[in-house]
């Protein structure tokens, strides 16, 4: 049996990892969230009456809420997804970022450092800190190249700077501490259940009724896209198998510009769903993100030959899946888009 704590486990990542374990027999899943705007119990709707399930409510820098929950569930590994997530929104306001991203890192690290450190000798062994991060901190590539993991961090908007700085916080807990932790850099997620803040539940949307299409400047923006269950799974794969004090990139191999993720998306839906003018008539160019990263893209060679994860969706198969399942499943988005955001632009810099 397996203790799992997930933080943000009600967020878009955190909840496909948290009802993929709560699918597992020999897994206890503790769900440790605070419930910010992005946070959705909903999420977790086909899970939440498992007996190896358990929510707890609770904010990453609230030390004594964090220390009595490391005391009542004994984890043996911890799965920490919390975080402030959204670039745009980091833009308009920081704080929150610097916050929960740094200052909720460093307060989650020293109660499993606590924690951990009363174990029976075989326990501390066995323990596990993955701290999940993106392949943002890695900064902006050209043309050619790929994110290693021993690409030098230089972070861009304030959202990559705050995991740039989380990440650091984790490795020093390692190698000053001891503490057992495994980082993760993923590059860009998309699938069910993701806020419909980001690009393509956004665009799925907005196409759906007929709203304009907003593409940050030209659009050739690129992303290296990964469907969430694919990064849910190799999360689990770094917690059994990844070596201690490592780094694991996470990527599909799956490098689209924004403009032909829009495009597609407006194909597919004009076949799903006909309507009377083609989509792509709604798109929309409008002014750039500042400090906007070119183009992200990801070489996981060392997840795939050292822990054997391999993606199993392409941007083709993934995409599809997205997409059907948003038109399906009304009854998750629609008190979204009518309540917490209704698809306003976000993250135009202000003085
Ligand atoms: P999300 O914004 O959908 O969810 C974040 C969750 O964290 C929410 O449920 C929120 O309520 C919770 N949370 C926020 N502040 C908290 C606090 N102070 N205490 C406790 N809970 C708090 O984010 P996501 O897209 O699921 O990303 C999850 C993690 O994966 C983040 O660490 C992010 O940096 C990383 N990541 C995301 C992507 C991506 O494409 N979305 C890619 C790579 C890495």
Redesign the pocket.
């Known amino acids: 049996m397996k203790r799992v704590i997930v933080?943000?486990g009600?967020?878009?990542?955190?909840s496909a990892v948290v009802r993929m374990l709560a699918g597992e027999a020999d897994v206890e899943v503790l769900n440790?969230?605070?419930?910010?705007y992005?946070?959705n119990l909903a999420s977790l709707r086909a899970v939440e009456n498992r007996p190896n399930y358990r929510f707890e409510q609770?904010?990453?820098?609230d030390r004594a809420a964090l220390d009595a929950i490391f005391a009542s569930f004994r984890p043996d590994a911890v799965m920490h997804?919390?975080?402030?997530?959204?670039v745009d929104r980091s833009i308009t306001g920081s704080k929150d970022f610097i916050e929960?991203n740094i200052v909720?890192t460093f307060t989650l690290l020293e109660a499993a450092r606590t924690y951990w450190s009363g174990l029976p000798e075989a326990d501390r062994q066995s323990f596990r800190f993955l701290h999940?991060?993106?392949d943002e901190v890695y900064g902006s590539l050209g043309e050619t190249g790929l994110f290693k993991e021993t690409t030098p961090y230089d972070p861009s908007s304030p959202y990559s700077a705050s995991?740039a700085a989380s990440d650091h916080l984790a490795m020093a807990w390692m190698r000053t501490y001891g503490l057992p932790v495994v980082i993760s850099n993923?590059?860009?997620?998309y699938g069910p259940f993701h806020?419909p803040e980001k690009l393509i539940p956004l665009i799925v949307l907005n196409a759906l009724e007929g709203r304009p299409l907003p593409v940050y400047g030209d659009g050739s923006n690129i992303r290296d896209w990964l469907f969430v269950e694919d990064h849910a799974r190799a999360l689990w794969t770094i917690v059994r198998s990844g070596r201690v004090g490592e780094t694991y990139n996470v990527g599909g191999r799956n490098e689209r510009s924004n403009l032909h993720v829009v495009e597609t998306i407006c194909d597919a839906l004009d076949h799903l769903r006909p309507a009377a003018t083609p989509r792509r008539d709604l798109i929309t160019f409008v002014t750039d993100r500042p400090g906007h990263d070119h183009r992200y893209a990801i070489d996981a060679t060392k997840l795939e030959t050292e822990l054997g994860w391999r993606a199993q969706e392409t941007f083709e198969t993934g995409i599809r899946r997205t997409i059907e399942w948003y038109l399906d499943n009304g009854w998750w988005w629609q008190p979204l888009r009518a309540g917490v955001y209704a698809g306003e632009r976000l993250g135009l810099s202000k003085p």
């Open positions: 933080t943000g009600a967020g878009f990542i955190g440790l969230d605070k419930l910010t992005a946070g609770a904010d990453i820098v997804l919390a975080a402030e997530s959204h929960t909720g999940v991060s993106t995991k993923c590059s860009n997620n806020f």
